[in-house]
């Protein structure tokens, strides 16, 4: 089993900055932040995979930036511009590929990610 935990959480202002991290145990095909905000499902923020590819949600392109430090077996999600609609709970996940060789089947649909952190919370204040 892949073991995952948050950190970086926090509160922060409108426009402000958050990296969060994530130590991870075993590498993955595919690593990624999700977040959980009110009234919203759980949705993709940023994925990275082993062969360096990188996507992100549309919400947070330009102001969101996930690398993954395989030395230090730890993932970051560096949160700029922050904007009070990206308050909400941050996870960490980790899965392998599928047979096609993606980490989801759409951006929003289905994904192959089966660890999971326990969550970090971020607040923005406008």
């Known amino acids: 089993h892949v073991q995952l935990v948050e950190s970086g959480g926090g509160s922060v202002q409108a426009e402000g900055s958050l990296m969060l991290s994530c130590g991870y145990t075993?590498?993955?095909?595919?690593m990624g932040w999700f977040r959980q905000i009110t009234g919203k499902e759980r949705e993709r923020v940023a994925v990275?995979?082993?062969?360096?590819?990188?996507t992100y949600a549309d919400s947070v392109k330009g102001r969101f930036a996930i690398s993954l430090d395989n030395a230090k077996n730890t993932l970051h999600l560096q949160m700029n511009s922050l904007k009070p609609e990206d308050t909400g709970i941050y996870y960490c996940?980790?899965?392998?590929?599928?047979?096609?060789?993606?980490?989801?089947?759409?951006?929003?649909?289905?994904?192959?990610?089966?660890?999971w952190g326990r969550g970090t919370q971020v607040t923005v204040s406008s």
């Open positions: 996940a980790a899965g392998a590929h599928y047979s096609s060789g993606a980490c989801y089947l759409s951006w929003r649909g289905p994904d192959n990610f089966e660890y």
């Open positions: 075993h590498n993955s095909n595919c």
């Open positions: 990275i995979e082993d062969d360096g590819t990188i």
